[in-house]
């Protein structure tokens, strides 16, 4: 099973994958996806969800529309969205999500990023 730090990795990977293949290069900052967080808050709001925060930008997917629900993430919004299509990442978060039910209270914070 995923940790939501290891979930995070995956997605700086895979958006850094595929700004190495664009055609601007020149202007890329990797560096910029250094600080790329997933958090799930669930005392805020019980459905599941994950929270991409990247820089200064954060936006909420709900984990069972596969819908952004607040916030935005500008142009690397249609990245996010990109890796939650992939196989098994909807999988792999709902289990953290499970973890975090199951904790609730106690050590839900080792499940954050």
């Known amino acids: 099973m995923k940790t939501l730090k290891e979930l995070a990795d995956e997605l700086r990977e895979m958006i850094i ?3 190495s293949d664009a055609h601007n290069k020149v202007n890329f900052r990797p560096e910029r996806y250094n600080n790329l967080k997933l958090d799930m808050k669930i005392s805020q709001n019980p459905n599941p969800h994950v929270i991409i925060t990247l820089s200064m930008s954060s936006a909420e997917f709900d984990l069972k529309t ?3 629900t ?3 993430l500008g142009q690397d ?3 996010a969205i990109r890796w939650l299509e992939k196989p098994n990442t909807i ?3 709902m289990n ?5 039910e ?3 209270g106690r050590i839900s914070d080792k499940y954050s990023v």
């Not at 953290?96 to 975090?100: D, G, I, K, R, T």
Request: glycine share 8%.
């Open 91 to 93: 999988e792999s978060l």
């Open 17 to 19: 994958d595929l700004h």
């Open 77 to 79: 919004e249609k990245y």
């Open 96 to 100: 953290c999500w499970s973890n975090l």
């Open 102 to 104: 199951k904790n609730r």
């Open 66 to 68: 596969h819908e952004k």
């Open 70 to 72: 607040n916030g935005g």
